[in-house]
Protein backbone atom coordinates (compact mmCIF):
# COMPACT_ATOMS: atom_id res chain seq x y z
CA UNK A 1 0.00 0.00 0.00
CA UNK A 2 1.30 3.65 -1.19
CA UNK A 3 1.11 6.28 1.28
CA UNK A 4 1.86 10.44 1.48
CA UNK A 5 3.48 11.12 4.62
CA UNK A 6 4.71 14.62 5.63
CA UNK A 7 6.93 15.19 8.78
CA UNK A 8 5.67 18.93 9.18
CA UNK A 9 7.17 21.01 11.90
CA UNK A 10 8.25 21.50 15.81
CA UNK A 11 8.04 17.86 16.95
CA UNK A 12 6.58 16.58 13.75
CA UNK A 13 9.72 15.32 12.37
CA UNK A 14 10.53 13.09 15.59
CA UNK A 15 7.27 11.56 16.18
CA UNK A 16 6.82 11.02 12.58
CA UNK A 17 10.48 9.18 12.65
CA UNK A 18 9.12 7.21 15.55
CA UNK A 19 5.84 6.34 14.29
CA UNK A 20 7.22 5.11 11.24
CA UNK A 21 10.01 2.51 13.25
CA UNK A 22 7.22 1.27 15.07
CA UNK A 23 4.87 0.88 12.17
CA UNK A 24 7.75 -0.91 9.94
CA UNK A 25 9.31 -2.93 12.96
CA UNK A 26 5.22 -4.22 13.04
CA UNK A 27 5.29 -5.81 9.24
CA UNK A 28 3.00 -2.71 8.58
CA UNK A 29 2.81 -3.16 4.29
CA UNK A 30 4.03 0.52 3.44
CA UNK A 31 5.38 2.17 0.43
CA UNK A 32 6.19 5.92 1.67
CA UNK A 33 6.26 8.94 -0.19
CA UNK A 34 6.91 12.03 1.26
CA UNK A 35 6.29 15.44 0.85
CA UNK A 36 7.37 19.07 2.93
CA UNK A 37 4.52 20.99 3.80
CA UNK A 38 4.19 23.48 6.41
CA UNK A 39 6.13 26.57 8.15
CA UNK A 40 8.94 26.12 5.39
CA UNK A 41 6.70 26.21 2.55
CA UNK A 42 4.16 29.03 3.71
CA UNK A 43 7.68 31.13 4.31
CA UNK A 44 8.74 30.02 1.16
CA UNK A 45 5.79 32.56 -0.30
CA UNK A 46 3.56 29.54 -0.53
CA UNK A 47 0.62 30.72 1.54
CA UNK A 48 -1.71 27.88 1.49
CA UNK A 49 1.69 26.05 2.84
CA UNK A 50 2.23 22.95 0.55
CA UNK A 51 3.22 23.19 -3.01
CA UNK A 52 0.48 21.51 -6.63
CA UNK A 53 3.29 18.32 -6.68
CA UNK A 54 2.76 17.64 -3.28
CA UNK A 55 -1.30 17.93 -3.79
CA UNK A 56 -0.68 15.62 -6.86
CA UNK A 57 1.22 13.05 -4.70
CA UNK A 58 -1.47 13.35 -2.27
CA UNK A 59 -4.53 13.06 -4.26
CA UNK A 60 -2.57 10.19 -6.17
CA UNK A 61 -1.68 8.07 -3.35
CA UNK A 62 -5.01 8.53 -1.56
CA UNK A 63 -3.95 7.93 2.17
CA UNK A 64 -2.21 10.80 3.76
CA UNK A 65 -0.67 10.63 7.33
CA UNK A 66 0.38 13.88 8.27
CA UNK A 67 2.29 15.13 11.47
CA UNK A 68 1.59 18.73 13.15
CA UNK A 69 2.38 21.67 11.13
CA UNK A 70 3.17 25.10 12.49
CA UNK A 71 0.74 27.77 10.90
CA UNK A 72 2.36 31.01 10.65
CA UNK A 73 0.50 33.58 12.92
CA UNK A 74 -0.72 36.84 10.73
CA UNK A 75 0.09 37.39 6.98
CA UNK A 76 -2.77 35.77 5.55
CA UNK A 77 -1.51 32.09 6.16
CA UNK A 78 -4.33 29.72 6.00
CA UNK A 79 -4.70 26.60 7.90
CA UNK A 80 -3.11 23.87 5.79
CA UNK A 81 -5.64 21.30 8.20
CA UNK A 82 -8.76 23.36 6.94
CA UNK A 83 -7.71 23.43 3.66
CA UNK A 84 -6.92 19.66 3.53
CA UNK A 85 -10.39 18.63 4.78
CA UNK A 86 -12.17 20.89 2.57
CA UNK A 87 -10.31 20.16 -0.68
CA UNK A 88 -10.21 16.71 -0.40
CA UNK A 89 -13.63 16.38 0.74
CA UNK A 90 -12.90 14.50 4.06
CA UNK A 91 -15.79 15.07 5.69
CA UNK A 92 -15.67 12.86 8.69
CA UNK A 93 -13.13 13.89 11.92
CA UNK A 94 -13.37 10.70 13.74
CA UNK A 95 -11.78 10.77 17.80
CA UNK A 96 -11.88 8.16 19.69
CA UNK A 97 -10.98 9.38 23.05
CA UNK A 98 -10.26 6.35 25.61
CA UNK A 99 -9.23 6.01 29.28
CA UNK A 100 -5.93 4.26 30.20
CA UNK A 101 -6.79 4.40 33.85
CA UNK A 102 -4.53 4.31 36.42
CA UNK A 103 -1.25 4.29 34.02
CA UNK A 104 -2.46 7.87 32.95
CA UNK A 105 -4.19 10.10 35.48
CA UNK A 106 -7.54 10.97 34.83
CA UNK A 107 -10.86 11.83 36.75
CA UNK A 108 -12.73 9.51 34.59
CA UNK A 109 -11.28 5.86 34.42
CA UNK A 110 -14.26 4.39 32.88
CA UNK A 111 -14.58 6.53 29.17
CA UNK A 112 -14.90 5.35 25.71
CA UNK A 113 -16.12 8.03 23.84
CA UNK A 114 -15.70 8.44 19.89
CA UNK A 115 -16.35 12.16 18.50
CA UNK A 116 -17.73 12.10 14.98
CA UNK A 117 -17.39 15.61 13.93
CA UNK A 118 -18.97 17.40 11.00
CA UNK A 119 -15.20 18.56 9.05
CA UNK A 120 -16.24 20.78 5.92
CA UNK A 121 -19.04 23.10 6.68
CA UNK A 122 -20.84 25.00 9.69
CA UNK A 123 -18.95 28.26 10.93
CA UNK A 124 -15.34 26.63 9.25
CA UNK A 125 -17.28 27.40 6.17
CA UNK A 126 -15.74 30.93 7.37
CA UNK A 127 -17.38 33.34 5.30
CA UNK A 128 -16.94 36.22 7.21
CA UNK A 129 -17.88 40.51 6.21
CA UNK A 130 -17.64 43.47 8.15
CA UNK A 131 -21.40 45.41 7.40
CA UNK A 132 -21.65 48.29 9.27
CA UNK A 133 -18.76 50.25 11.53
CA UNK A 134 -20.29 47.95 14.58
CA UNK A 135 -21.19 44.53 13.50
CA UNK A 136 -19.18 41.58 11.57
CA UNK A 137 -21.21 38.31 10.82
CA UNK A 138 -19.88 34.86 9.84
CA UNK A 139 -22.48 32.91 8.02
CA UNK A 140 -23.26 29.46 9.52
CA UNK A 141 -24.09 26.91 6.37
CA UNK A 142 -25.69 23.34 7.42
CA UNK A 143 -26.40 21.38 3.87
CA UNK A 144 -28.44 18.43 3.74
CA UNK A 145 -25.76 16.25 1.92
CA UNK A 146 -23.22 17.54 5.33
CA UNK A 147 -25.56 16.39 7.43
CA UNK A 148 -26.95 12.98 6.13
CA UNK A 149 -22.68 11.97 5.00
CA UNK A 150 -21.70 12.83 8.90
CA UNK A 151 -24.83 11.15 10.39
CA UNK A 152 -24.88 7.98 8.38
CA UNK A 153 -21.16 7.75 8.70
CA UNK A 154 -21.45 8.22 12.72
CA UNK A 155 -24.24 5.23 12.66
CA UNK A 156 -22.54 2.94 10.14
CA UNK A 157 -18.88 3.30 12.17
CA UNK A 158 -20.89 2.51 15.10
CA UNK A 159 -21.83 -0.65 13.57
CA UNK A 160 -18.65 -2.08 12.57
CA UNK A 161 -17.27 -0.92 15.91
CA UNK A 162 -19.67 -2.74 17.77
CA UNK A 163 -20.65 0.52 19.44
CA UNK A 164 -24.23 0.16 20.92
CA UNK A 165 -25.46 4.20 21.04
CA UNK A 166 -24.97 7.34 18.93
CA UNK A 167 -25.49 10.76 20.50
CA UNK A 168 -26.62 13.97 18.32
CA UNK A 169 -25.35 17.33 20.38
CA UNK A 170 -27.12 20.74 18.49
CA UNK A 171 -28.32 24.03 19.62
CA UNK A 172 -31.88 23.07 18.02
CA UNK A 173 -33.64 25.15 20.38
CA UNK A 174 -31.79 28.40 19.60
CA UNK A 175 -30.97 27.61 15.65
CA UNK A 176 -33.84 25.66 14.53
CA UNK A 177 -32.89 26.02 11.24
CA UNK A 178 -29.76 25.35 10.60
CA UNK A 179 -29.21 22.68 14.15
CA UNK A 180 -32.70 21.88 13.58
CA UNK A 181 -31.70 20.59 10.12
CA UNK A 182 -28.83 18.56 11.66
CA UNK A 183 -31.21 17.23 14.20
CA UNK A 184 -34.14 15.94 11.77
CA UNK A 185 -31.78 14.32 9.83
CA UNK A 186 -30.21 12.38 12.58
CA UNK A 187 -33.93 11.18 13.64
CA UNK A 188 -34.35 10.18 9.89
CA UNK A 189 -31.44 8.43 9.54
CA UNK A 190 -31.41 6.69 13.21
CA UNK A 191 -34.46 4.75 12.20
CA UNK A 192 -32.50 3.13 9.75
CA UNK A 193 -30.41 1.34 12.37
CA UNK A 194 -32.82 -0.05 15.08
CA UNK A 195 -29.76 -2.17 16.80
CA UNK A 196 -28.84 0.88 17.59
CA UNK A 197 -29.63 3.50 20.73
CA UNK A 198 -29.79 6.83 19.61
CA UNK A 199 -30.40 10.19 21.44
CA UNK A 200 -30.62 13.66 21.28
CA UNK A 201 -28.67 16.31 23.80
CA UNK A 202 -28.90 19.73 23.83
CA UNK A 203 -25.40 20.75 23.31
CA UNK A 204 -24.94 22.60 26.48
CA UNK A 205 -26.34 20.36 28.93
CA UNK A 206 -24.21 17.57 26.69
CA UNK A 207 -21.27 19.02 26.98
CA UNK A 208 -21.72 19.61 30.87
CA UNK A 209 -22.30 15.79 31.27
CA UNK A 210 -19.72 14.86 28.78
CA UNK A 211 -17.13 16.76 30.80
CA UNK A 212 -19.34 15.11 33.96
CA UNK A 213 -20.23 11.43 33.82
CA UNK A 214 -18.17 10.59 30.06
CA UNK A 215 -19.25 6.95 30.34
CA UNK A 216 -23.00 7.69 30.05
CA UNK A 217 -22.01 8.35 25.75
CA UNK A 218 -20.18 5.71 23.12
CA UNK A 219 -20.68 7.35 20.05
CA UNK A 220 -20.94 11.77 19.74
CA UNK A 221 -22.15 13.20 16.44
CA UNK A 222 -22.24 16.94 16.02
CA UNK A 223 -21.51 19.50 13.57
CA UNK A 224 -18.09 21.23 12.90
CA UNK A 225 -17.62 23.91 15.39
CA UNK A 226 -19.19 22.00 18.70
CA UNK A 227 -17.26 18.99 17.89
CA UNK A 228 -13.96 21.05 17.49
CA UNK A 229 -13.97 22.09 20.56
CA UNK A 230 -16.01 18.90 22.21
CA UNK A 231 -12.71 16.70 20.70
CA UNK A 232 -10.51 18.48 22.79
CA UNK A 233 -12.09 18.52 26.10
CA UNK A 234 -12.78 14.70 25.92
CA UNK A 235 -9.18 13.82 24.86
CA UNK A 236 -8.05 15.89 27.41
CA UNK A 237 -10.15 14.72 30.45
CA UNK A 238 -9.09 11.09 29.36
CA UNK A 239 -5.95 12.12 30.77
CA UNK A 240 -4.22 14.27 27.90
CA UNK A 241 -4.88 15.56 24.82
CA UNK A 242 -1.01 14.31 23.44
CA UNK A 243 -2.63 10.95 23.65
CA UNK A 244 -5.24 10.59 20.50
CA UNK A 245 -5.17 10.56 17.14
CA UNK A 246 -7.52 11.38 14.64
CA UNK A 247 -8.61 10.24 11.46
CA UNK A 248 -10.52 12.60 8.45
CA UNK A 249 -12.22 10.60 6.27
CA UNK A 250 -13.50 11.65 2.59
CA UNK A 251 -15.11 9.32 -0.16
CA UNK A 252 -11.75 9.00 -1.74
CA UNK A 253 -9.33 10.37 0.29
CA UNK A 254 -8.15 9.67 4.32
CA UNK A 255 -5.78 12.20 6.51
CA UNK A 256 -4.67 10.46 9.65
CA UNK A 257 -2.91 12.63 12.49
CA UNK A 258 -2.13 13.44 16.28
CA UNK A 259 -4.95 15.93 17.53
CA UNK A 260 -2.03 18.17 19.18
CA UNK A 261 0.45 20.68 17.19
CA UNK A 262 3.70 20.93 16.79
CA UNK A 263 4.77 22.18 20.58
CA UNK A 264 7.86 24.16 19.35
CA UNK A 265 8.79 24.70 22.25
CA UNK A 266 9.47 20.79 22.56
CA UNK A 267 11.16 20.52 19.25
CA UNK A 268 14.58 19.11 18.67
CA UNK A 269 15.09 17.58 22.23
CA UNK A 270 13.94 14.22 21.81
CA UNK A 271 11.12 14.85 24.71
CA UNK A 272 7.77 14.31 22.98
CA UNK A 273 5.43 11.79 23.12
CA UNK A 274 4.40 10.10 19.67
CA UNK A 275 1.29 8.22 21.04
CA UNK A 276 -0.63 10.87 18.88
CA UNK A 277 0.13 10.17 15.64
CA UNK A 278 0.61 6.54 16.80
CA UNK A 279 -3.01 6.58 17.38
CA UNK A 280 -3.56 8.17 13.73
CA UNK A 281 -1.33 5.66 12.04
CA UNK A 282 -3.36 3.02 14.14
CA UNK A 283 -6.82 4.37 12.74
CA UNK A 284 -4.52 4.23 9.33
CA UNK A 285 -3.74 0.79 9.30
CA UNK A 286 -7.56 -0.11 10.39
CA UNK A 287 -8.41 2.41 7.51
CA UNK A 288 -6.69 0.20 4.87
CA UNK A 289 -7.42 -3.57 6.10
CA UNK A 290 -3.97 -4.04 8.00
CA UNK A 291 -5.69 -5.01 10.77
CA UNK A 292 -3.36 -7.26 12.71
CA UNK A 293 -0.36 -4.97 12.50
CA UNK A 294 -2.66 -2.31 13.74
CA UNK A 295 -3.60 -4.88 16.32
CA UNK A 296 -0.22 -5.64 17.53
CA UNK A 297 1.05 -2.00 17.48
CA UNK A 298 -1.87 -1.12 19.68
CA UNK A 299 -1.90 -3.88 22.13
CA UNK A 300 2.33 -3.23 22.29
CA UNK A 301 2.05 0.17 23.40
CA UNK A 302 -0.58 -0.56 25.42
CA UNK A 303 1.52 -2.68 27.58
CA UNK A 304 4.32 -0.24 27.20
CA UNK A 305 2.12 2.37 28.91
CA UNK A 306 1.22 -0.16 31.69
CA UNK A 307 5.10 -0.64 32.36
CA UNK A 308 5.55 2.49 33.06
CA UNK A 309 7.41 3.47 30.53
CA UNK A 310 6.40 7.30 30.29
CA UNK A 311 7.26 10.52 28.45
CA UNK A 312 7.64 13.64 30.43
CA UNK A 313 4.19 14.71 29.73
CA UNK A 314 2.70 11.63 31.53
CA UNK A 315 5.36 10.92 33.90
CA UNK A 316 3.98 10.51 37.42
CA UNK A 317 6.37 9.76 40.12
CA UNK A 318 5.15 6.93 42.16
CA UNK A 319 3.14 5.41 38.93
CA UNK A 320 6.01 5.78 36.15
CA UNK A 321 8.75 3.60 36.39
CA UNK A 322 11.39 5.31 33.71
CA UNK A 323 11.22 8.59 32.06
CA UNK A 324 12.33 8.50 28.33
CA UNK A 325 12.44 10.29 25.08
CA UNK A 326 10.71 10.09 21.84
CA UNK A 327 13.11 7.65 20.33
CA UNK A 328 13.50 5.33 23.78
CA UNK A 329 9.59 5.40 23.89
CA UNK A 330 9.54 3.86 20.20
CA UNK A 331 12.20 1.42 21.37
CA UNK A 332 10.16 0.19 23.96
CA UNK A 333 6.83 0.11 21.59
CA UNK A 334 8.93 -2.36 19.35
CA UNK A 335 10.48 -4.53 21.95
CA UNK A 336 7.39 -5.54 23.05
CA UNK A 337 4.96 -6.33 19.91
CA UNK A 338 3.76 -9.25 19.80
CA UNK A 339 2.82 -8.56 23.91
CA UNK A 340 -0.68 -8.77 25.12
CA UNK A 341 -1.25 -5.14 28.08
CA UNK A 342 -2.45 -7.28 30.96
CA UNK A 343 -4.70 -4.68 32.88
CA UNK A 344 -5.63 -2.39 30.44
CA UNK A 345 -7.78 -3.93 28.12
CA UNK A 346 -6.48 -5.45 24.45
CA UNK A 347 -7.79 -4.84 21.12
CA UNK A 348 -9.15 -6.78 18.72
CA UNK A 349 -10.33 -4.60 15.58
CA UNK A 350 -12.96 -6.40 13.16
CA UNK A 351 -13.54 -4.40 10.27
CA UNK A 352 -14.65 -7.14 7.97
CA UNK A 353 -17.99 -5.23 8.17
CA UNK A 354 -17.60 -2.63 5.19
CA UNK A 355 -19.29 0.63 5.85
CA UNK A 356 -22.37 1.66 3.78
CA UNK A 357 -21.42 4.97 2.87
CA UNK A 358 -23.66 5.65 -1.01
CA UNK A 359 -23.16 8.75 -2.78
CA UNK A 360 -25.44 11.61 -2.00
CA UNK A 361 -28.72 10.82 -3.65
CA UNK A 362 -30.08 14.99 -4.52
CA UNK A 363 -33.65 14.79 -3.96
CA UNK A 364 -36.35 16.18 -5.80
CA UNK A 365 -36.72 20.17 -5.55
CA UNK A 366 -39.52 21.43 -3.60
CA UNK A 367 -41.88 24.11 -4.63
CA UNK A 368 -40.26 27.26 -3.55
CA UNK A 369 -42.58 30.71 -3.39
CA UNK A 370 -41.28 34.45 -2.30
CA UNK A 371 -42.42 35.67 0.50
CA UNK A 372 -40.79 38.49 1.06
CA UNK A 373 -37.13 40.41 1.65
CA UNK A 374 -35.32 41.03 4.79
CA UNK A 375 -33.23 44.43 4.35
CA UNK A 376 -29.84 44.89 6.36
CA UNK A 377 -29.35 48.20 7.18
CA UNK A 378 -26.52 50.56 8.36
CA UNK A 379 -27.91 53.20 10.45
CA UNK A 380 -26.24 55.40 13.25
CA UNK A 381 -29.65 56.39 14.87
CA UNK A 382 -30.79 55.26 18.28
CA UNK A 383 -34.83 54.75 17.56
CA UNK A 384 -36.42 51.95 16.19
CA UNK A 385 -39.47 54.37 15.59
CA UNK A 386 -37.60 56.78 13.75
CA UNK A 387 -35.50 53.86 11.26
CA UNK A 388 -39.83 52.50 10.84
CA UNK A 389 -41.00 55.80 9.72
CA UNK A 390 -38.11 56.51 7.19
CA UNK A 391 -38.16 52.93 5.78
CA UNK A 392 -41.94 52.57 5.54
CA UNK A 393 -41.50 54.99 2.63
CA UNK A 394 -40.49 51.69 0.84
CA UNK A 395 -43.88 50.19 1.39
CA UNK A 396 -45.23 49.12 -2.18
CA UNK A 397 -47.73 47.37 -4.22
CA UNK A 398 -48.16 44.78 -1.69
CA UNK A 399 -44.96 45.07 0.44
CA UNK A 400 -44.82 46.10 3.82
CA UNK A 401 -42.72 46.80 6.07
CA UNK A 402 -43.74 43.91 9.04
CA UNK A 403 -40.86 44.18 11.80
CA UNK A 404 -37.36 45.64 12.68
CA UNK A 405 -34.67 43.56 14.72
CA UNK A 406 -31.55 44.37 15.60
CA UNK A 407 -29.40 41.42 16.53
CA UNK A 408 -32.33 39.28 16.10
CA UNK A 409 -34.61 40.90 18.93
CA UNK A 410 -37.48 42.46 17.65
CA UNK A 411 -37.09 46.51 18.67
CA UNK A 412 -40.58 47.55 16.27
CA UNK A 413 -43.58 47.16 16.19
CA UNK A 414 -43.51 47.33 19.83
CA UNK A 415 -39.89 47.15 21.38
CA UNK A 416 -38.73 47.65 24.53
CA UNK A 417 -36.47 50.88 25.36
CA UNK A 418 -34.17 48.83 27.37
CA UNK A 419 -33.07 46.47 24.34
CA UNK A 420 -29.41 47.58 23.37
CA UNK A 421 -29.50 48.78 19.42
CA UNK A 422 -26.08 48.69 17.11
CA UNK A 423 -26.00 50.25 14.01
CA UNK A 424 -26.74 47.12 11.76
CA UNK A 425 -30.73 46.93 11.67
CA UNK A 426 -32.98 43.95 9.39
CA UNK A 427 -35.92 46.05 8.08
CA UNK A 428 -38.41 42.61 7.54
CA UNK A 429 -40.23 43.67 4.06
CA UNK A 430 -43.15 41.18 3.76
CA UNK A 431 -45.64 40.39 0.91
CA UNK A 432 -49.48 40.87 2.11
CA UNK A 433 -50.55 38.52 -0.51
CA UNK A 434 -48.66 35.28 -1.03
CA UNK A 435 -45.99 35.88 -3.51
CA UNK A 436 -43.89 38.47 -4.54
CA UNK A 437 -41.64 38.39 -7.06
CA UNK A 438 -37.67 39.21 -7.40
CA UNK A 439 -38.70 42.48 -9.31
CA UNK A 440 -40.40 43.54 -6.10
CA UNK A 441 -37.34 43.24 -4.44
CA UNK A 442 -35.44 45.10 -6.88
CA UNK A 443 -37.44 47.87 -6.79
CA UNK A 444 -37.52 47.62 -2.80
CA UNK A 445 -33.55 48.23 -3.32
CA UNK A 446 -33.94 51.12 -5.99
CA UNK A 447 -36.10 53.13 -4.14
CA UNK A 448 -33.81 53.01 -0.68
CA UNK A 449 -31.01 53.84 -3.22
CA UNK A 450 -33.24 57.34 -3.55
CA UNK A 451 -33.92 57.66 -0.25
CA UNK A 452 -30.22 57.10 0.58
CA UNK A 453 -31.22 54.09 3.01
CA UNK A 454 -27.65 52.01 3.46
CA UNK A 455 -28.80 48.86 2.34
CA UNK A 456 -25.66 46.82 3.36
CA UNK A 457 -27.38 43.09 2.60
CA UNK A 458 -30.38 41.52 1.56
CA UNK A 459 -31.81 38.06 2.09
CA UNK A 460 -34.78 36.45 0.77
CA UNK A 461 -37.60 35.36 2.57
CA UNK A 462 -38.68 31.83 0.96
CA UNK A 463 -41.29 28.82 1.52
CA UNK A 464 -40.89 25.46 0.92
CA UNK A 465 -43.63 23.31 0.04
CA UNK A 466 -45.42 26.16 1.95
CA UNK A 467 -44.08 26.36 5.03
CA UNK A 468 -41.95 29.64 5.84
CA UNK A 469 -38.54 28.70 6.15
CA UNK A 470 -36.89 31.96 8.06
CA UNK A 471 -36.69 32.82 11.35
CA UNK A 472 -38.99 35.06 13.42
CA UNK A 473 -37.36 37.70 15.08
CA UNK A 474 -36.79 37.49 18.89
CA UNK A 475 -40.16 38.29 20.69
CA UNK A 476 -42.42 38.28 17.39
P1 LIG B 1 0.36 22.25 20.80
O1 LIG B 1 -0.57 21.10 20.84
O2 LIG B 1 1.39 22.22 19.74
O3 LIG B 1 1.15 22.33 22.18
C1 LIG B 1 0.59 22.68 23.43
C2 LIG B 1 1.44 22.08 24.56
O4 LIG B 1 1.07 20.71 24.68
C3 LIG B 1 2.93 22.05 24.27
O5 LIG B 1 3.58 23.19 24.74
C4 LIG B 1 3.39 20.82 24.99
O6 LIG B 1 3.65 21.13 26.34
C5 LIG B 1 2.20 19.91 24.94
N1 LIG B 1 2.30 18.88 23.89
C6 LIG B 1 1.63 18.85 22.70
N2 LIG B 1 1.94 17.75 22.02
C7 LIG B 1 2.80 17.06 22.78
C8 LIG B 1 3.48 15.82 22.62
N3 LIG B 1 3.34 15.06 21.53
N4 LIG B 1 4.32 15.41 23.60
C9 LIG B 1 4.46 16.15 24.69
N5 LIG B 1 3.87 17.31 24.92
C10 LIG B 1 3.04 17.77 23.97
O7 LIG B 1 -0.49 23.59 20.71
P2 LIG B 1 -0.05 25.09 20.43
O8 LIG B 1 1.22 25.41 21.20
O9 LIG B 1 -1.26 25.88 20.66
O10 LIG B 1 0.24 25.16 18.87
C11 LIG B 1 1.55 25.11 18.31
C12 LIG B 1 1.47 25.14 16.78
O11 LIG B 1 0.81 23.95 16.34
C13 LIG B 1 0.67 26.30 16.21
O12 LIG B 1 1.37 26.82 15.09
C14 LIG B 1 -0.63 25.68 15.75
O13 LIG B 1 -1.15 26.34 14.63
C15 LIG B 1 -0.19 24.29 15.38
N6 LIG B 1 -1.24 23.27 15.43
C16 LIG B 1 -1.21 22.34 14.46
C17 LIG B 1 -2.13 21.30 14.47
C18 LIG B 1 -2.05 20.29 13.37
O14 LIG B 1 -1.16 20.33 12.56
N7 LIG B 1 -2.97 19.35 13.33
C19 LIG B 1 -3.08 21.20 15.49
C20 LIG B 1 -3.08 22.17 16.51
C21 LIG B 1 -2.13 23.19 16.47
Redesign the pocket.
Known amino acids: MRITIAK?D??GPE?MDATLHILQAAGADLQIDEIEVGERVYLGGNSAGISKESWDVIRRNKVFLKA????PQGGGYKSL?VTTRKFLGLYANVRPCKSLHPFVQTKHPIMDVVIVRENEEDLYAGIEHQQTDEVVQCLKLISRPGCEKIIRYAFEYAKQQNRKKVTCFTKDNIMKQSDGLFHKVFDEIAIEYPAIENEHWIIDIGAAKLADTPEAFDVIVMPNLYGDVLSDVAAQITGSV?LAGSSNIGEECAMF??I???????AGQNL??PS?LLQGAILMLIHIGQTEVAEKIQNAWLKTLEDGIH?Y?IFKEGMSQEQVGTREFAEAVVARLGQMPRTLQSVSYDASYQMNLPKYQRKPAKSKSLEGVDLFVHWAGEDPNELAEHVRQLNHHGVELSMITNRGIKVWPEGFKETFCTDHWRCRFKSTNKEITKASIVALLMRAEELEIDVVKTENLYAFDGTSAYSLGQGQ
Open positions: GGIIPITTNGEAHGSAPRRANGTD
